[in-house]
Nanobody, 118 residues
Framework: QVQLVESGGGLVQPGGSLRLSCAASGSIFSMYAMSWYRQAPGKERELVATINSAAGSTHYKGSLKGRFTISRDNAKNTVHLQMNSLKPDDTALYYC???????????WGQGTQVTVSS
């Protein structure tokens, strides 16, 4: 099993930046594909970005590419989401996700709130 703890959320003005972090424990972190999802009030949870286990491949929600960057440090069991040029529409609860291609099981963190407002 994997335990995930997100941090780094907060209140930021439009145009600002935040860096989210997700610390993983409990299993071999490098085996998992890691993703960030977000869920805004009244909306479905959506995929923001994914990075594969070897950190060689990334995928982004189309409209976010260029503003958001996902990265991971397998030595520190962490994954990050750098968010730049934030907009009010980016306001959501952001979740860290770990996916095991071996067991095909998903693990989720509790989420960290990002609010973009002036």
């Amino acid at each position: 099993q994997v335990q995930l703890v997100e941090s780094g959320g907060g209140l930021v003005q439009p145009g600002g930046s935040l860096r989210l972090s997700c610390a993983a424990s409990g299993s071999i972190f490098s085996m998992y594909a890691m993703s960030w999802y977000r869920q805004a009030p009244g909306k479905e949870r959506e995929l923001v970005a994914t990075i594969n286990s070897a950190a060689g491949s990334t995928h982004y929600k189309g409209s976010l590419k260029g503003r958001f960057t996902i990265s991971r440090d397998n030595a520190k069991n962490t994954v990050h989401l750098q968010m730049n040029s934030l907009k009010p529409d980016d306001t959501a609860l952001y979740y860290c996700n770990a996916y095991s291609p071996v067991t095909e099981y998903d693990y989720w963190g509790q989420g960290t709130q990002v609010t973009v407002s002036s």
